[in-house]
Nanobody, 122 residues
């Protein structure tokens, strides 16, 4: 499946931003979808993942309570709503798709979008 992430930009500390990831070329509703992020000089970090039906979600510790992921299978789209943003959230955000895995390891997701940059100013 091909993934196209968008919605990044510059936001002030404490602000909100919503990211979008549109899928094409596959059966979107069959995939577990995840978001990862990578800041300069740091490893790729798990953000959240969502089950194919959208009924189950799992969040990374650093974003729990601030970020929410959801999906609309009719639109082949997964969302990441980010609230109360902090400078430490500055990173390139990637969406990823996988089958049969509900977890935080990037190696288990086969398809990746190109990333969208979120910059949080202090």
């Amino acid at each position: 499946v091909q993934l196209q992430a968008s919605g990044g930009g510059l936001v002030q500390t404490g602000g909100s931003r919503e990211l979008f990831c549109v899928a094409s070329g596959g059966t979107f509703s069959a995939y577990f979808m995840a978001w990862f992020r990578q800041a300069p000089g740091k490893d790729r970090e798990f953000v959240p993942t969502i089950s194919p039906s959208g009924s189950s979600t799992l969040y990374g510790d650093s974003v729990m309570g601030r970020f929410t992921t959801s999906r609309d299978n009719a639109k082949d789209t997964v969302y990441l709503q980010m609230n109360n943003l902090k400078p430490g959230d500055t990173a390139v955000y990637y969406c990823a798709a996988g089958r049969g895995y509900f977890g935080s390891s990037p190696d288990k997701y086969n398809d990746w979008g190109q990333g969208t940059l979120v910059t949080v100013s202090s």
